[in-house]
């Protein structure tokens, strides 16, 4: 697979770079569901740390290449999750306000 640019944007990623994202998404997900704590990130370090990674890059910048796709990745995809998480805390808060205010009322 050819992959082109079009003004500087990948039109058809390597093949690499999916395989990559697709890993870091499984052990992402996996480690979230599975986790009872509020330590999703260094459990999905640890995670990733012993996944079989694919590199993405030329021989010369592969290691960089990789840091910064893996870095972005996560901090997005981290970022999502604590989104998340934040709103289910605040409705699970407003619930408790309109229960207390119920009962006062009643």
Same mark, same amino acid.
Not at 98 to 102: E, I, L, T, V, W
């Given at each position: 697979m050819k992959t082109l640019k079009s003004k500087g944007y990948l039109i058809n990623p390597p093949e690499t770079l999916n395989s990559? #994202?697709?890993? !870091?998404? @499984?052990?992402?997900? %996996? %480690?979230?569901?599975?986790?009872?704590?509020?330590?999703? #990130? +260094?459990?999905? =370090?640890? /995670? #990733? !740390? @012993?996944?079989?990674?694919t590199t993405v890059g030329c021989e010369a910048h592969w290691y960089n290449l990789t840091k /910064?796709? =893996?870095? +972005?990745y996560l901090i997005m995809r981290i970022? +999502?999750?604590?989104? %998340?998480?934040?709103?289910?805390? @605040? @409705? $699970?808060k407003k619930k408790t306000r309109? +229960? $207390?205010?119920?009962a006062h009322l009643a």
């Open positions: 990559l #994202l697709k890993t !870091s998404e @499984e052990h992402v997900v %996996t %480690t979230y569901n599975n986790a009872k704590t509020k330590k999703y #990130l +260094f459990l999905v =370090m640890d /995670s #990733l !740390s @012993e996944a079989p990674i /910064s796709v =893996m870095k +972005f970022h +999502f999750l604590c989104n %998340t998480w934040n709103k289910k805390v @605040e @409705e $699970r309109d +229960f $207390r205010k119920q």
